[in-house]
């Protein structure tokens, strides 16, 4: 028998280690300040914010705004100035959020891209959450998907439930493929009304996925741990934030998003999966904007 030690490939052979997209939700539109100190709610705060969590791994931003008393708005003047804010202090990817709160009307959410977001988020179905329902029937998600191939707009399939999945291929199927050509999508999970963060659950809805098409996932409030980790195994990509969660463990408040951020990159650089910088994303998304 020959020692075909040296030509055989070691353990540390193999393709090299795919990068990690780690997307930063900071607000959300659903925490207060006034129960929440450390959420980040004017242009300063939300700036501040995006700086230090791309100093700690993050690639994308996904921004909610909020008005002067900290409420939820989707007021297209702002978001424009958040835009361009942001793209001034950053080379994040800014995404929007076209889901607003559970209260903002479809025309607003509409009009959301109107302040020529690189990217936004589109929600592939109506979903239960906690007391309230997240309303998303079909003709608004297609009409919401036709604008942004429109306005060259890039979306992010967010996916609260298993039946989202089915509408995506049914959008995709009606219309064709997202600005940029490729799909990428965002398993939110553990939403009271969605689908639970569990690794099954987070593996069936992956099985479900368009093939080629890429996914980050987010687990919402205790399910943040089981799913970070579930991805990172299943060769996913990261959302953190205090729009998902606003303990970092048991019994402690989470300080900033930055510390979110750096834990998702630390888990992501002991899985092989080091952060990725924004320009990767881009690359990876199709996302062509200007920063
Ligand atoms: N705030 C939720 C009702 C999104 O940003 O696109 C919806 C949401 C989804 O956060
Ligand atoms: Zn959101």
């Not at 559970?102 to 179905?125: I, K, M, Q, Y």
């Not at 989202?164 to 009271?192: K, S």
């Amino acid at each position: 028998m020959t020692d075909s030690s040296a030509a055989a490939p070691g353990p540390s052979a193999g393709p090299p280690a795919a990068a990690n997209l780690i997307t930063v939700a900071p607000t959300g539109a659903e925490s207060e300040k006034s129960a929440v100190p450390a959420l980040p709610v004017t242009l300063d705060e939300v700036v501040t914010t995006a700086k230090e969590c791309r100093a700690a791994g993050a690639a994308v931003i996904h921004v909610h705004i909020r008005d002067d008393d900290a409420r939820p708005t989707l007021d297209v003047g702002r978001l424009t100035e958040t835009v361009h804010a942001l793209r001034e202090a950053t080379d994040l990817i800014v995404q929007l959020s076209t889901g607003g709160a559970v209260t903002d009307s479809f025309e607003r959410r509409l009009a959301v891209l109107d302040a020529a977001p690189g990217a936004c988020s589109l929600t592939c179905g109506t979903v239960n959450f906690g007391d309230e329902v997240f309303s998303n029937p079909w003709p608004f998600i297609r009409e919401l998907y036709a604008r942004t191939q429109e306005r060259g707009v890039v979306p992010e399939f967010e996916l609260f439930d298993l039946g989202h999945v089915a509408t995506l291929h049914r959008l995709l199927d009606d219309l064709g493929a997202p600005h940029g050509g490729h799909v990428h999508c965002d398993l939110v999970m553990g939403v009271p009304g969605g689908m639970p963060g569990s690794p099954a659950t987070l593996t069936a809805a992956v099985a479900a996925l368009p093939a080629g098409a890429t996914w980050s996932a987010t687990g919402v409030g205790r399910t943040s741990l089981p799913v970070m980790f579930a991805a990172l195994a299943a060769g996913g990509h990261l959302r953190v934030g205090m729009e998902d969660t606003v303990s970092f463990a048991r019994g402690r408040a989470v300080t900033g998003n930055a510390e979110l951020v750096e834990r998702a990159a630390m888990l992501a650089g002991l899985a092989q999966r080091p952060a990725m910088t924004p320009d990767q994303a881009r690359a990876m998304l199709g996302v062509r904007d200007q920063h």
